[in-house]
């Protein structure tokens, strides 16, 4: 939602804010821009589109400098224009800022600035940060303060309600630059005699891997060899250096001609990541240190609640199922942002568990901090280290599936629901799952990258069939029990990057209204590849077949099928605790084929954005 880098060292900042950006592209697209400060002269240039478009403008008219701020959009406030793209400038033309988040006062005090004569060139939020620091700076900060343009941020954001991340650079301090984080996330990236800023990691490009992050409240002070942190109240902070895993941050195409089918491929490999070293050595649980929490106080807890948005509440779903059939510990799964704000009434042994592929979801974030406050003790799944969700949970596992890139979750999916399988085993053994029961789920989990392998191995029949149905505008997506969550899922991978309209339901809860939409021009994908309930589900394929519905069938018994579908996917047999990973893997590749061939940008949906960091 909105990525924001920056630069300050000796450096050429154009080439190092750019490439950042091009990282960054994935947390909004709509338009870009950079500022930059040389010499007491700011450089602005800002783009309605992609930051390639800023690029080109920014090849034909050079501007060398050696700090800069830049933006890649993800709109909140005020339409897709060159005027609301940022940086924005306060009207003073002293400063410029780009920020990530959202000034929920800004009319206010967009109304005390015009008063005293402020002027403003854009529809956004953001522009009235900027003149409020400009404000602060010539009005209410002594010129003689120890900091004055620090000072000036800092008392500015004392009226300022909302959320931000943001970066601030002024021709009155040249050799400084403010950052600072409420809500969005921040990271300052620690070279030799350069400072980067950026809102993920993978910003700074492989710059920097010593990092810093900037925590809610605080408010770093940038030169080119230091970097003081206070708080908004202004306290001082003790500045902590963290080494990041470059490894674990490569996110390049490698081949691939987008970063979404290059994830759905690489889903065997982030399923050996979230399993390696976690299978206890008997072979009949999990290991799982990461949850910081003794089997003794995990016995404690007879309920266990889930909270996430998108395609991680999905996982949530799945973890239901699991975790009640093998753990029999009763889960219930919540919306994030419904959560935070609904007081639900929890029992005092709830354990709280969240899942956020970014670590950085707002609403996941507010979830997790309204049930630390209740006294909840609260777990994360989440597959950015470091991440605010990971660093301000009780404890948690990664789930180690390497960056993802495209907008539509895949890999981070799968992985999720291994990562609650190895949940369900642990919770399982500790109460009533037997030794015997525990090997059997153990050998299915280890089996489970070759088995995601050979549905990959199919994609070229899946491809074939995808193009049979490229034109069709609704789709339902139906499963019964453990592979409803994947209906679910199903539905929503193909809404988001195909923009057709689809639907997941419980198959027999069909009949209850969405068979009206049946027709010759609304297919069906049915999954079948549950053995107790196959039958049930064929008959549901035959009230759709009888309604003249196509019917595509995801099912490992096509057998049942024959002369009902008008297509199937066959999938291997395999054990119940994982069919629903790997029925997730055609219905990817489905969404994926169809999206391409309706010529669909996949990576950058229209509309979406990677990590959803404003409310
Ligand atoms: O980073 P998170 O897992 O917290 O993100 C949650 C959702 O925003 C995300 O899953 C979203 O629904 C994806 N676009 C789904 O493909």
């Known amino acids: 939602m909105c990525g924001i880098t920056g630069y300050i060292g000796c450096r050429d900042a154009t080439p190092i804010l750019i490439e950042g950006l091009l990282k960054l592209e994935y947390r909004g697209y709509d338009s870009a821009g ?20 800023l690029a080109e403008e920014v090849d034909k008219h050079p501007f060398r400098a050696t700090m800069g701020i830049s933006h890649t959009r993800w709109a909140t406030h005020g339409g897709v224009t060159d005027a609301n793209a940022h940086p924005h400038v306060s009207s003073d033309g002293n400063f410029a800022i780009v920020h990530n988040g959202i000034i929920e006062n800004y009319e206010n005090i967009k109304k005390f600035l015009l008063d005293k004569g402020y002027s403003f060139s854009s529809q956004t ?18 010129p003689d303060s120890e900091n004055r343009f620090l000072e000036a941020v800092r008392k500015t954001l004392r009226h300022i309600e909302g959320t931000y991340g943001f970066a601030v650079i002024s021709k009155l301090c040249p050799d400084e630059m403010i950052a600072a984080r409420k809500g969005s996330p921040l990271i300052i990236g620690v070279g030799k005699n350069e400072y980067l800023v950026s809102s993920d990691i993978l910003g700074f490009a492989g710059r920097a891997s010593n990092v810093i992050y900037l925590e809610d409240g605080q408010i770093a002070s940038i030169t080119r060899d230091n970097c003081d942190i206070v708080t908004v109240s202004n306290a ?97 799964v919540e919306y994030a942002s419904e959560f935070r704000y609904r007081n639900a009434p929890l029992d005092k042994n709830t354990l709280v568990f969240v899942i956020s592929q970014s670590g950085e979801t707002i609403d996941t974030l507010e979830a997790l901090r309204e049930s630390k406050r209740k006294g909840f003790r609260t777990l994360a799944i989440t597959n950015s280290v470091g991440s605010t969700i990971s660093r301000e949970s009780d404890g948690g596992l990664y789930q180690y599936a390497g960056k993802e890139i495209g907008v539509a979750s895949t890999k981070a999916f799968t992985s999720q629901i291994a990562i609650c399988l190895l949940v369900a085993l642990y919770i399982g053994r500790m109460r009533d799952l037997s030794f015997a029961a525990g090997r059997e789920i153990v050998s299915a989990i280890n089996s489970l990258p070759r088995a995601v392998e050979s549905v990959l191995a199919k994609a070229s029949g899946i491809e074939k069939i995808a193009q049979k149905y490229t034109s069709y505008e609704d789709f339902l997506f139906l499963g019964r029990l453990a592979e409803f969550p994947i209906a679910l899922e199903g539905a929503l991978k193909l809404k988001e990057i195909s923009y057709i309209h689809a639907e997941g339901y ?24 549950s053995d107790d309930i196959s039958l049930k589900i064929v008959s549901n394929a ?48 489905l969404a994926y084929y169809i999206a391409r061939s309706r010529g669909c940008d996949v990576d950058k949906p229209r509309n979406l954005a990677k990590a959803v960091t404003v409310e």
């Open 542 to 589: 035959q009230e759709i077949k009888a309604r003249k519905g196509p019917i595509i069938a995801v099912t490992d018994r096509p057998e049942l099928f024959d002369g009902i579908a008008d297509d199937v996917i066959a999938m291997p047999r395999v054990h119940e605790s994982i069919r629903g990973i790997v029925a997730t893997v055609p219905l990817q590749l």
């Open 236 to 332: 001082p902070v003790d500045v902590r250096v963290n080494e990041i895993d470059w490894e674990l941050e490569n996110a390049e195409l490698g081949g691939f001609d987008t970063y979404m089918e290059k994830e759905i491929f690489e889903q065997p490999k982030a399923l050996e990541n979230a399993i390696r070293g976690r299978i206890s050595d008997d072979m009949s649980t999990a290991k799982l240190s990461g949850l910081n929490i003794t089997p003794n106080e995990l016995r404690q807890f007879d309920r266990i609640l889930f909270c996430a948005c998108g395609t991680a509440w999905h996982a949530c779903l799945a973890a239901e199922y699991l975790i009640e059939k093998y753990a029999r510990i009763p889960v219930d």
């Open 506 to 529: 419980p198959a027999a809860e069909m009949k209850h209204g969405p068979i009206a939409l049946v027709c010759p021009e609304c297919p069906s994908v049915i999954l079948a590849n």
């Open 125 to 142: 939020d953001t522009e009235t940060l900027v003149n409020l620091i400009a404000y602060h700076y010539e009005h209410r900060t002594p």
């Open 34 to 53: 950079l500022a930059l400060l040389d010499n007491g002269t700011l450089d602005v240039k800002k783009k309605k589109g992609r930051v390639s478009v």
